[in-house]
Each structure stands twice: as structure tokens, then as C-alpha cells.
């Protein structure tokens, strides 16, 4: 058998090339830090599979000299983790209240720069990390982009207290249940109790699951704060904001994975090696007077 050497060569060269997801996603990671970060500044880390080359990139740009002093704020236990690992410095919301800029992942992004987060069951922790920031670099692949949420990542997730899981789960899949059986009166009885109490759901989940630990552990998904997650599946969400308030405000919700109204650019890594950013008026209208307070820090002067 005679195999042609050029055929050896290219297949060596596929063979060195790296994984167009993980390219898209490095070179997200890097931009990111290359534009958003800046000497003595306060950074949040996020979560996530994408993070963990912005952090690579920020080390790479303090060790060779271009960055220094800057303080990490992890989201989570992982973003915990990943600082501690490279040697960089650590605080936390009780030392720095206000990040100058946080830098997280998403599971889907959609044209009014509203995300889903939680895949990786952290969205607590990045939801408040996230509204201590002046400012938030959202870093993905070009998967994760979408019209409306919903259409490429099908649940959204929500972190709940453990004992409050059921009766959550139960009323989000009876008000499916009784829009579906709402001739029958007898049904619709039988949920009036639940569906009074508890607020209404502005659209209807079309399942439910409690996130499991498998295949690593037998049971529920256990988050950081020692909550349960229900994943929520809607399908392509029309009002984002209106179902996050509904979501929210259902008891024993701690948060739920749907990020909307942050000041937020997008950087998203293509598949031909480009880079696509964008950013939402919250972005540039909030920063010069978020700024203004970070700089004062506690002993704020307003002018009127």
C-alpha cells in the first residue's frame, strides 16, 4: 500500500488543528479581557467553559507585565477554583461591592441581549456578581446566538430551595395542565388552589425536570448554595422580562437563568476565526455614573 504524501501531510495538518468550537471560544475569552480590562481594576469571573480562557488570557497579560493589580470576584466555587489555580488574587462582594467589569459565559443570547445562564448551575452567583458590575462581557461561541431565547437552548433554569422544588414544579406544569383541560371542571378544581396562591406564569412551561447529579452522583443537582434546579423548558420566549419577573417572584425561587437589563457587550467567537461584539444602551449610558459611585465608594456625593 502506497499512500501519497501529501495525503500524509494534510491529514497531519487536520490533525493539529484545533476544534472550531474551541477556537471560537478562546478567541472570545481573549477579546474580551483584551478590551473590558485594565490596570487596578476590580473583575469578576464567571462561569463556565469559555471563562476559563479569558482567565488564561489575563494571566498571560499579567505575567508578561500589561496588567497588575487586579482583584478577582468569583461566581461561584469553579470561578473559585480557576483564580486560586493560576495564582492570581482573590476577594470577594463583602470586601469590593461594586466589579468593575465581570466577564461570564452564556447558554444562548438572544438580539435584545437577554441571556440564558445556569447550564453549568451557577446562575445565583453570576446573577449577583453580575449586578454588582458597572459593567458585563458576555463571552460565547457562534452556537449561542439566537433571534429569541428559547429556540437553541431549551430550558431555562432555576435554582430553588430544596423542600419548595415539588409544589414549584407542580404549578408551573398545572397551569399547562389546566389551560389544557380547562372544559373540565372538575380538573380545573383541583388546581385553584395552587394557582391562586402562586403567581401566574405569563407563558406555560412545557416540562419540567428536576436537574439530576448524574452520572458523578445519584439524586439531585446540588448548586453551590445547597439549593435544588428545576430545568424549565417554554420553548421560544416572547417576553423575556415578564417571564423572569413571574419566575422570581414565585416563593422559594431563589433566582432563575434568565439575565435581563444588564449592562452587557457581547463578544462572540465565529466559526470562520472573526469575532462578532455588540453592546446594549445599558452598556454606554450606565457606566460614567456607576463609575462615579465606584469612585467614591461609600462616601457618595450626588449632583442634582
Keep these: 500500500l502506497i499512500i501519497p504524501l501529501s495525503l500524509l501531510m494534510s491529514s497531519n495538518n487536520n490533525n493539529n488543528q484545533e476544534d472550531p468550537i474551541v477556537s471560537a471560544k478562546r478567541l472570545a475569552g481573549h477579546s474580551a479581557v483584551d478590551e473590558l480590562i485594565t490596570s487596578g481594576m476590580i473583575v469578576g469571573i464567571g462561569s463556565g467553559s469559555t471563562i476559563v480562557f479569558a482567565v488564561e488570557r489575563l494571566v498571560e497579560k499579567i505575567n508578561n507585565g500589561e496588567l497588575e493589580n487586579i482583584i478577582c470576584i468569583p ?37 435584545n441581549f437577554n441571556l440564558i445562564k445556569g447550564g453549568g448551575g451557577c446562575l445565583t452567583g453570576e446573577k449577583i456578581l453580575a449586578a454588582c458590575s458597572i459593567r458585563v462581557g458576555i463571552v460565547a461561541d457562534y452556537r ?35 389551560n389544557e383541560n380547562n372544559d373540565n371542571l372538575k380538573k380545573k378544581s383541583d388546581f385553584l388552589p395552587i394557582t391562586n396562591c402562586l403567581p401566574k406564569i405569563p407563558q406555560l412551561a412545557k416540562e419540567v425536570k428536576l436537574r439530576t447529579g448524574l452520572p458523578s452522583k445519584a439524586g439531585p443537582c446540588v448548586t453551590d448554595n445547597n439549593c435544588f434546579i428545576l430545568d424549565v423548558k417554554f420553548g421560544p420566549i416572547d417576553d423575556p422580562v415578564e417571564l423572569e419577573r413571574a419566575l422570581t417572584s414565585i416563593p422559594g425561587v431563589v433566582s432563575c437563568g434568565l439575565f435581563v437589563n444588564f449592562p452587557i457587550k457581547t463578544f462572540i467567537g465565529q466559526q470562520d476565526g472573526t469575532i462578532t461584539t455588540d453592546s446594549n444602551s445599558n452598556f454606554e449610558s450606565l457606566t460614567s455614573s ?10 457618595i456625593e450626588w449632583d442634582n
Design 144 to 178: 449561542k446566538s439566537s433571534k429569541k431565547l428559547g429556540m437553541k437552548y431549551d430550558y431555562v433554569p432555576v435554582e430553588v430551595i430544596p423542600t419548595s422544588w415539588y409544589p414549584i414544579a407542580m404549578h408551573l406544569q398545572q397551569e399547562k395542565e389546566l
Design 75 to 111: 461566581s461561584s466555587f469553579q470561578a473559585s477554583q480557576l483564580i486560586r489555580k493560576n495564582k492570581l488574587t482573590i476577594s470577594d462582594l463583602s470586601v469590593h461591592s461594586i466589579v468593575d467589569v465581570t466577564i461570564d459565559g452564556a447558554d444562548e443570547i438572544d438580539e
Design 290 to 299: 456607576i463609575k462615579l459611585a465606584k469612585a467614591k465608594e461609600y462616601n
